[in-house]
């Protein structure tokens, strides 16, 4: 069992930067992937990047990239997300999702391939 706790969300300024963390609690392994996702009001949730716990294997969602990069912490098991020139669209609740299996990248995108979740962090971002 794992256990995700994310943190870092708030309130900020278009062009503003945010650094999400998400915090794992059990057994995570290397080759496993570990993602962002976020849902804003009235939409559904929405794949945002991926990684290995080991750092390798990332991918990231076309309307990110350039703007946020992820990256792991695989000893003290913490992945964040890099947010910078962020935009009113950028607005949603952001949740770390982690598999409990060898995936191959194509299905990163995929919600359904993730066993564990965060319960989300708030991330604001006013025009």
């Known amino acids: 069992q794992v256990q995700l706790v994310e943190s870092g969300g708030g309130l900020v300024q278009a062009g503003d930067s945010l650094r999400l963390s998400c915090a794992a609690s059990?057994?995570?392994?290397?080759?496993?992937?570990v993602a962002w996702f976020r849902q804003a009001p009235g939409k559904e949730r929405e794949f945002v990047a991926a990684?290995?716990?080991?750092?390798?294997?990332?991918l990231y969602a076309d309307s990110v990239k350039g703007r946020f990069t992820i990256s792991t912490d695989n000893a003290k098991k913490t992945v964040f997300l890099q947010m910078n020139s962020l935009k009113p669209e950028d607005t949603a609740v952001y949740y770390c999702?982690?598999?409990?299996?060898?995936?191959?990248?194509?299905?990163?995108?995929?919600?359904?391939?993730?066993?564990?979740w965060g319960q989300g962090t708030q991330v604001t971002v006013s025009a």
């Open positions: 059990g057994r995570t392994f290397g080759a496993y992937p």
């Open positions: 999702a982690a598999a409990k299996a060898l995936i191959g990248s194509s299905r990163y995108r995929q919600p359904a391939i993730y066993d564990y």
């Open positions: 990684i290995k716990w080991s750092g390798t294997s990332i």
